[in-house]
């Protein structure tokens, strides 16, 4: 039986092929997981890294959680892709949540780990009960948390991007500003938020460059396994569900 990692490879042997560009470099990657919250799920992403393993990624990375939590879990995973694969793994730290000197211990634990990359979020906010409230002592946005981190080591980080502009910003301006600032904060690169629409991707990218943001601008990309949760979590995150994409997908959510 052909592995996903297979049909990966074969699928864009062929892409390169039909385009006439057999000898062009194959796009760089990387994969995003969430911690495990089962034993089950646990040996699921193993074998999942294993199989993606074989597509050469640029990087791994592992969610801190929502809220600011699940970032034992996500230290715990990322260590051990750093010690027992040949990948390079990226931590997801979200300042949500943590104090100032608790995301600098992380930071620092990290580094000792041999871990040189960071994803730096400022994080969703949580309901406002108990421990996960923002804490006032930590990093406000995503570019103090960056700016945190330059001071810790010298990481290489990535930070996120909204072609469709966050769902709490006041405008697209404000969303490029913010940005620009974590760039200059010292983020090598961004990520998008997924989308469904390359016009919306290509579109944010020059914007992007005529506001002076020179840095690499890596989209994002959400592979559909069941499309009612996706389009959930689309409007969550405010990316927008062509109605193309919705045809393809009638009458298919238990398949």
């Not at 990481?155 to 490029?176: K, M, Q």
């Not at 995150?237 to 398949?255: K, R």
């Amino acid at each position: 039986m052909m592995t996903a990692a297979q049909a990966g490879e074969r699928l864009l042997d062929h892409h390169l092929r039909s385009v006439g560009l057999p000898d062009a470099p194959q796009p760089t990657v990387s994969f995003e997981f969430f911690p495990p919250k089962s034993a089950r799920m646990e040996q699921t992403l193993w074998q999942s890294i294993d199989q993606l393993a074989r597509l050469n990624p640029d990087f791994v990375s592992v969610t801190h959680g929502a809220g600011g939590s699940g970032g034992g879990r996500t230290f715990e995973i990322i260590t051990r892709i750093h010690r027992d694969t040949p990948l390079t793994a990226a931590a997801h730290l979200t300042c949500v949540g943590l104090s100032r000197g608790e995301a600098d211990d992380l930071a620092r634990a990290y580094w000792r780990a041999g871990i040189r990359r960071i994803v730096a979020l400022r994080g969703d906010l949580p309901d406002l009960v108990g421990r996960d409230r923002p804490d006032p002592r930590g990093y406000g946005y995503a570019a103090d948390l960056v700016a945190g981190l330059m001071r810790v080591a010298d990481f290489d980080i990535s930070v996120a991007a909204y072609p469709e502009v966050h769902p709490e910003a006041p405008g697209a301006d404000f969303d490029l500003d913010t940005l620009k600032r974590k760039i200059d904060a010292g983020a090598a690169r961004a990520i998008t938020q997924f989308f469904f629409d390359n016009d919306t991707f290509l579109r944010f990218r020059d914007r992007a460059q005529a506001a002076g943001i020179a840095a690499p601008i890596v989209p994002g990309i959400l592979p559909i396994t069941n499309f009612s949760r996706t389009v959930e979590f689309a409007r969550k995150c405010g990316a927008g569900v062509p109605d193309w994409l919705a045809g393809l997908f009638e009458d298919l959510d238990d398949d």
